[in-house]
């Protein structure tokens, strides 16, 4: 069977924008870009500054940033590849929110993710939690740097036939 693929992403400094556009291209897939309703700005993304934005977001799991458009039509597709980068060990809450915005059951969602240095630590764990029972999530691939086309279309052809 051939699925209908959306690869949607979210990205803060355009190092997760990169991948995605790799990976859609390499599995013709679609794209939707997650944006922040009130954008990110430097301050908000300084890791090291455990009152900046994408800290408080780490830390209060609670909190959910508002998306700018949610004209993701996602019921046109059985598989979704959902990248971001990965912050405190998790992905950004911003995800969370795509994620409760849309119904995914009955839909298999493979995380992939960029990381200055750490895995996907607990984030398909937590993002489980914001959608329908019915969907699936799988860890799928940190892509940090340059991955070529056939490494990902070989990627996603596995994950396909899943």
Not at 16 to 43: C, G, M, R
Not at 71 to 83: K, R, T, V
Not at 135 to 149: C, F, M, W, Y
Request: charged share 25%; with cysteine.
């Amino acid at each position: 069977m051939n699925k209908k693929i959306l690869v949607a992403y979210f990205s803060a400094t355009g190092t997760t924008k990169k991948a995605a556009q790799a990976l859609a291209e390499a599995a013709h897939a679609d794209i939707y870009e997650i944006k922040p309703e009130v954008p990110y700005t430097k301050d908000d993304l300084n890791w090291t500054d455990r009152k900046s934005r994408s800290s408080v977001e780490m830390s209060d799991q609670t909190y959910r940033p508002a998306i700018a458009d949610q004209s993701a039509e996602i019921e046109n597709y059985d598989l979704i590849f959902l990248g971001y980068p990965v912050w405190w060990y998790v992905a950004p809450t911003i995800v969370n929110t795509f994620l409760e915005s849309y119904d995914f059951g009955g839909k298999t969602i493979v995380l992939f993710a960029t990381s200055g240095g750490s895995g996907f630590g607990k984030a398909a764990e937590k993002l489980k939690s914001s959608c329908a029972d019915a969907a699936v999530i799988k860890e799928g691939k940190i892509l940090n740097g340059k991955h070529s086309k056939e490494e990902l279309a070989a990627w996603v052809e596995k994950v396909r036939n899943q």
